[in-house]
């Protein structure tokens, strides 16, 4: 079965600093991977996603991730982070078309503290 | 304007008691979900339903049932309330066949004392 594996569970940063989530996941496939987040007392938003192709994709507010099928990785980057990252952050892996309910596979979330 | 609504926000039930959760999604999507947060666990996939038919089940319990009685309507139905039941339970919604991302409603916190 699919899984996902976030080893970090709380991560601090001061603000301005780069921030780096490491994501691994398990999975024999090709998979479909996401970045979500989740604000204090709010519900997920995507942050980004990964498909296909170049393996470095762009998501909102300057987070950026990269795939990489070797390591069965996707770690999620931002170059300077700012108070208002401060938030949960989910690494999603999706089996597309291979599952008939697309059902996401959720680690285990990382909590991000930005520093003032 | 919310895309998803979530119905009520916070929930509070006695063991034994039976509570139903609404969702509504206004994203013109073809498919809805269920997921469960609780404490120290990873958010967990219930339900799928696609043009209002079941697609998966992962919850291992009867207690726990979807109903939908419109294309963009996915409620939860949950009887013999537990206080292992206690999570937040959020909503989902995606465009099946034209992507896998799903977005999310904002949760319904329930409390079973």
């Known amino acids: 079965a699919q899984s996902v594996t976030q080893p970090d569970a709380r991560v601090t940063v001061s603000e301005g600093a780069s921030l780096q989530l490491r994501c691994k996941y398990s999975y024999s496939g090709t998979p479909y991977l996401f970045w979500y987040v989740q604000y204090p007392r709010q519900g997920l938003q995507l942050l980004l996603k990964?498909?296909?192709?170049?393996?470095v994709v762009q998501g909102v507010n300057g987070f950026e991730a990269e795939f990489s099928k070797s390591n069965s990785s996707f770690h999620l980057r931002k170059a300077s982070v700012h108070w208002s990252d401060s938030a949960v952050y989910f690494c999603?892996?999706?089996?597309?078309?291979?599952?008939?309910?697309?059902?996401?596979?959720f680690g285990i979330g990382t909590r991000v503290l930005v520093r003032p | 304007d919310p895309k998803i609504i979530q119905k009520p926000k916070y929930l509070v039930a006695v063991t034994g008691s039976e509570k139903i959760l609404i969702c509504e999604q206004y994203l013109g999507h073809n498919a809805m979900y269920w997921y469960r947060q609780s404490a120290k666990k990873p958010l967990e996939f219930m339900f799928s339903?696609?043009?209002?038919?079941?697609?998966d089940n992962q919850t291992a319990s009867s207690r726990f049932q979807p109903q939908s009685s419109k294309k963009n309507h996915l409620d939860l139905q949950i009887t013999a309330l537990k206080p292992d039941d206690s999570a937040t339970y959020f909503c989902?919604?995606?465009?099946?066949?034209?992507?896998?991302?799903?977005?999310f409603g904002p949760g319904t916190r329930l409390t079973v004392l």
């Open positions: 990964y498909y296909s192709g170049d393996p």
């Open positions: 999603v892996l999706s089996l597309g078309a291979n599952s008939a309910g697309n059902k996401l596979t």
């Open positions: 339903y696609s043009y209002q038919k079941l697609m």
């Open positions: 989902a919604s995606s465009q099946v066949g034209s992507s896998y991302e799903q977005y």
